[in-house]
């Protein structure tokens, strides 16, 4: 009975200095992480809106948008963060659009647990160029054969769940999205 109790004093111990250990590290860090990954989504604004001279934070509701300005302080767009179930878990996206909410600029995936090899493949260049100067006036549609029509995204083979996610998420914050900025204006 005391070598049992021993055992679970020092398994306790142990346990204590581990948590202690991590927390102090994760507090340490946690200023870094956030500033890594602002950078990191400027970043991404930059890529997907070269023109973009301005860039402004503006919370609506739940969400928060980027309105984009040209050098002329004239709006050319907006970009926005979404977020959706993906087949592993969560999938975080960057998109930006015109104006008039009729074509996407492009979208950047900025947070992935998809299987690498399968759905990972969201992250690669052949999937994310087909979001490149879309017209979204009728929605996202995601298909299993080449793209015949504005709108239409060709599913990664072996990972349409991962790829519908992609779509399904940015067709539900757009919805939302363009009566909100309806009524920011």
């Given amino acids: 009975m005391k070598e049992t109790l021993r055992i679970i004093g020092v398994l306790t111990s142990v ?27 400027k970043t991404a604004i930059a890529n997907l809106a070269p023109g973009a001279e301005k860039v402004e934070e503006v919370s609506l509701g739940d969400s928060t948008i980027f309105k984009l300005s040209d050098k002329k302080q004239k709006l050319i767009g907006y970009a926005f963060l979404a977020q959706g179930q993906g087949y592993q878990d969560k999938i975080a996206i960057l998109a930006v659009i015109d104006v008039s909410f009729g074509k996407l600029s492009g979208i950047e995936i900025l947070e992935s647990s998809e299987t690498p090899g399968l759905g990972g493949k969201i992250q690669e260049t052949d999937f994310l160029k087909q979001f490149k100067q879309l017209p979204v006036n009728n929605g996202l549609e995601c298909v299993k054969t080449e793209a015949q029509a504005d709108g239409q995204i060709k599913a990664i083979t072996g990972a349409t769940v991962s790829s519908r996610a992609v779509v399904d998420t940015i067709n539900k914050k757009l919805v939302v999205l363009k009566s909100e900025i309806k009524n920011l204006k």
């Avoid at 250990?21 to 870094?32: G, I, P």
């Fill in 15 to 41: 346990c204590l200095v581990c948590a202690f250990l991590l927390a102090l590290v994760y507090s340490r860090a946690a200023e870094k992480i956030e500033v890594n990954q602002n950078q990191r989504l």
